[in-house]
């Protein structure tokens, strides 16, 4: 489904990413794990298409198509979504509002038909039930004044209503009660099927006892270092990145 | 940041919408301002004496008054020798009814999405068609007409109901006001005239529209809306004109009147042509509004988008002279390419117990100037008066302007009075996060935008709000990155 082969990403000239290899499969979920600045939540975001990168190298497939060369909007349409970490606030646009004009133009996209409102608004309550969200969250200005939790479920709901090919979740365990994560986690599991992917970009094991890994890939400066299944991910948790860094930098030495 | 350039760069993709103009015989005056032409109008429109000498002193006062130059627009000086202070579409005769009116006159309006077809009317709207000097037809008069209202052209109601022009003609707006207002006094041609008796509530909305066709000549309107004690009334007003490489002046004065416990609510949607990218052509739009909450408990209420125009001088003011009245303003001016707009309210409390509410939503895109202008002025005896303002301008890209001239004048401690302003820029992160949701940029700019100004757009009437938020999406395509 998704193949990236020697990706590498600059921002204002300094290279984050140094040659990414990775390759999803349909119905797999792989874990993105690593230390601070290793480059995880810029994969996400060259993957969503933020401008802000400049793609020095490398290639991106998804489903047989070359995703550097689409908009961002056309990876979306293609069935890329990603879960922002810091969820952006839109004052008076309703949560509704937003996700009927984005749920329309993928589904155009698409060539389907819009759905109309009492289409659209049923689909929203069986796709709520899912993430347990209130309605009155989703008539609220999109995420303006929402607490953590509520933004990062507000971002699985969406997930839910926009139903990706891939999604990508950037640190969407962070800044969430144990409660919030369950629930999240909870969307997240039930939305998995055999035809989606789903890549978990985290900090923490934490995420990954609710959301299970088939793989757990290690990134430090720029490069996937280690890879391999979940118990890869306890181990990281029992005794932190240091061993890691230190395997890398010594290599890098020699 | 290159991406902004660049989609800047491609900015106004969309041309004008209603750029076109048709042509017909029209009855035109001579090019030219002096009394001779005031003579001519007045004697073409069969005006009663009293009226042309209330022309002429407007006229003479006119003369010696300058031209006003302290608003944060600039623009080269105007000859109003070289206008035409009058042109009408040639009609064999007057047209008794609507089914009188002339064909192609109608087309026009259909041409524009406006049915002045009454049977082809979604629901109650009443339309007053001015066509540049003269109003082509209104429709719904008799429906109104049982009910006691009048809606009909200005130059009707001068000969119908001579008594209630007399009576409110200047009463708001004096005829030497300000140096347009005072212009328009001497030469205005047509516009809109509305009364609605003690007690009744309108049961529909009225609207004028105004279209300029002809080229080189001024739109000069005069609307005047009278709503006795208890009333209730909802107008709205909507403007186009062809795209001439020229500019055209229009300068026109309303004035509103409410009664005791009367309400008026008063919305604008302005789409005069703003001029081509390079800043070339488009209206200049000078113009003089004001109402007067004259008894207590009275409300006016303006709602205005200001999507078109060059240059824009507009402040839909009230006199909050009854106890208890209520001012209300709600804007969003748009600005883009080099369009130049100095616009908000005056809201004058002199009753007791009086409120103001002020809700300015400023966009400015491309390289335009979009200002804030707006005077809060608590009387003496105005006990307990109670302003709020909020001023917010919305940038996009890095070579427009946004300001904001607030004037607080109080002279009475019990007033309370406060001022918000914020100043924004359209996140790249918000238009990102559409993007990654499928959301086309050009759609994404439209629905911040849209979330931008909610607040006045909800004071719209339904029909009308759509009208709106399709109009800022249009006016600002491609003007983000």
């Known amino acids: 489904m998704l193949s990236i082969k020697n990706l590498h990403a600059s921002i204002e000239g300094n290279e984050i990413l140094r040659g990414i290899n990775l390759e999803v499969k349909a119905g797999e979920v792989h874990a993105i794990m690593g230390p601070n600045g290793s480059g995880k939540s810029t994969l996400a975001s060259v993957l969503a298409g933020r401008e802000e990168y400049e793609v020095t190298e490398g290639e991106v497939i998804f489903q047989g198509k070359d995703l550097l060369e689409l908009a961002p909007e056309d990876r979306a349409r293609e069935g890329?979504?990603?879960?922002?970490?810091?969820?952006?606030?839109?004052?008076?646009?309703?949560?509704?509002?937003?996700?009927?004009?984005?749920?329309?133009?993928?589904?155009?996209?698409?060539?389907?038909?819009?759905?109309?409102?009492?289409?659209?608004?049923?689909?929203?309550?069986?796709?709520?039930?899912?993430?347990e969200i209130d309605?009155?969250?989703?008539?609220?200005?999109?995420?303006?004044?929402?607490?953590?939790?509520?933004?990062?479920?507000?971002?699985?709901?969406?997930?839910?209503?926009?139903?990706?090919?891939?999604?990508?979740?950037?640190?969407?365990?962070?800044?969430?009660?144990?409660?919030?994560?369950?629930?999240?986690?909870?969307?997240?599991?039930?939305?998995?099927?055999?035809?989606?992917?789903?890549?978990v970009v985290t900090h923490y094991q934490r995420l990954l006892d609710y959301i299970v890994p088939d793989y757990v890939h290690v990134l430090y400066k720029g490069r996937i270092v280690k890879s391999g299944t979940k118990e890869l991910a306890l181990e990281l948790e029992e005794k932190g990145y240091d061993w890691i860094k230190e395997e890398v930098d010594s290599a890098a030495t020699v | 940041m290159s991406k902004d350039n660049q989609i800047l760069e491609e900015l106004t993709s969309k041309e004008y919408e209603h750029g076109w103009s048709v042509n017909y015989e029209a009855d035109e005056a001579p090019t030219g301002l002096n009394e001779d032409i005031i003579r001519w109008i007045s004697a073409k429109k069969e005006e009663p004496e009293w009226l042309l000498e209330w022309r002429l002193k407007a006229f003479r006062t006119w003369q010696s008054m300058t031209e006003p130059q302290w608003?944060?627009?600039?623009?080269?000086?105007?000859?109003?020798?070289?206008?035409k202070y009058y042109s009408a579409p040639k009609q064999s005769k007057k047209p008794k009814n609507l089914n009188e009116v002339d064909p192609e006159l109608i087309a026009i309006y259909e041409r524009l999405g406006i049915s002045l077809n009454e049977q082809k009317r979604l629901q109650g709207i009443a339309i007053d068609a001015v066509l540049d000097s003269v109003s082509v037809a209104t429709t719904f008069k008799d429906t109104l007409g049982k009910l006691g209202i009048v809606f009909c052209s200005f130059s009707e109601a001068v000969k119908e109901h001579p008594e209630l022009i007399k009576k409110y003609l200047g009463s708001v707006v004096p005829m030497t006001d300000n140096y347009y207002a005072a212009l328009n006094s001497a030469v205005f041609s047509d516009g809109s005239f509305c009364y609605i008796p003690k007690g009744v509530r309108c049961p529909m909305e009225l609207s004028t529209y105004f279209r300029i066709n002809a080229a080189n000549t001024g739109q000069f309107e005069r609307t005047l809306i009278v709503a006795e004690d208890e009333s209730y009334v909802s107008y709205l007003e909507g403007c186009t004109a062809p795209q001439r490489d020229e500019n055209q002046l229009h300068a026109a004065v309303v004035e509103i009147y409410a009664g005791a416990h009367a309400q008026v609510k008063y919305s604008t949607v302005q789409n005069w042509f703003p001029g081509d990218k390079e800043g070339k052509g488009g209206i200049y739009n000078f113009v003089t509004k004001r109402g007067i909450c004259a008894g207590d408990h009275s409300k006016i209420s303006w709602t205005q988008v200001e999507t078109g125009s060059a240059v824009t001088w507009k402040y839909p003011s009230c006199i909050l002279k009854g106890d208890y009245s209520v001012g209300e303003f709600y804007s969003v001016a748009v600005t883009n390419n080099y369009q130049q707009a100095d616009t908000g309210t005056k809201m004058i409390h002199i009753g007791k117990n009086t409120k103001s509410r002020i809700v300015s939503k400023g966009i400015s895109a491309g390289k335009s100037q979009n200002s804030y202008r707006g005077q809060v002025q608590v009387m003496k005896r105005a006990d307990n008066a109670r302003n709020f303002s909020q001023c917010d301008s919305l940038l996009m890209g890095d070579r427009c302007g946004a300001h904001?001239?607030?004037?607080?004048?109080?002279?009475?401690?019990?007033?309370?009075?406060?001022?918000?302003?914020?100043?924004?820029?359209?996140?790249?992160?918000?238009?990102?996060y559409c993007n990654q949701r499928g959301i086309a940029t050009e759609d994404a700019v439209a629905l911040i935008v849209n979330g931008y100004a909610k607040e006045v757009l909800n004071q719209l009437p339904m029909?009308?709000?759509?009208?709106a938020q399709k109009l800022l999406a249009l006016t600002l395509e491609g003007s983000v990155g």
């Open chain 1, 80 to 131: 890329v979504f990603l879960a922002f970490q810091y969820p952006v606030e839109i004052p008076g646009v309703s949560s509704t509002n937003f996700l009927r004009t984005a749920l329309n133009q993928v589904r155009e996209y698409r060539g389907q038909e819009p759905l109309d409102a009492v289409k659209f608004l049923s689909l929203m309550k069986e796709k709520m039930a899912l993430v």
């Open chain 1, 135 to 199: 309605q009155k969250l989703l008539s609220r200005s999109l995420n303006e004044g929402f607490s953590g939790g509520e933004k990062k479920r507000n971002e699985i709901f969406q997930m839910a209503m926009l139903e990706p090919v891939l999604s990508i979740l950037d640190e969407t365990d962070s800044g969430l009660d144990i409660d919030a994560l369950r629930i999240v986690s909870n969307g997240v599991n039930k939305l998995k099927s055999d035809k989606t992917a789903t890549i």
């Open chain 2, 71 to 83: 608003a944060n627009v600039h623009y080269p000086k105007i000859d109003l020798q070289s206008l």
């Open chain 2, 404 to 432: 904001t001239f607030p004037y607080i004048d109080i002279n009475n401690p019990t007033a309370k009075v406060e001022h918000e302003a914020t100043t924004s820029k359209i996140g790249e992160d918000q238009i990102f």
């Open chain 2, 463 to 467: 029909e009308f709000a759509v009208e």
